[in-house]
C-alpha cells in the first residue's frame, strides 16, 4: 500500500546523497547498471542527483519494504527523470547515516508500485 514517505527520511536521505562522504551512499552494481542501461554515459553522481530531486518531492508517496537483508528504513518509489519513470529503492540505515540504493531502473509493472 502507498504511503506518503516521512519528511524526516525525505530530508536524511536527500542531504546524504547531495553531501556523499565516502562510504556514506552505497550503490548496488545491479542499480547502476540498469541506471547506466537508462541514461547511458551517467555517472554514479548523477544517479544520485537524481535521487535526491526525487526525494525532496513533498508529495512522494511509496511503500515501506521491511524485508531487506540490511537493518534501515526502506522505501520503494516511482519518479521521474528526463521525461522517463525511474523505480527506486533506498534504505537509511542509522545511526551512520548510510543511505543503500538497491534499485534504479524503468518500472517493471507500469507506473505501479
Known sequence: MEIEIPEEWRTRVG?????????????????????????????DLELQDALADAVDNPNLRGRSITDMKEPGETYDFIFWHQSRSVYAKICLQRPDSVVIVYSAHRPLKGDKL
Request: hydrophobic share 45%; charged share 30%; no cysteine.
Open 15 to 43: 542531504g546524504i546523497l547531495r553531501e556523499p562522504r565516502l562510504g556514506r551512499v552505497l550503490i548496488r552494481r545491479s542499480a547502476r547498471q540498469d541506471w547506466a542501461d537508462m541514461f547511458p554515459g551517467a555517472f
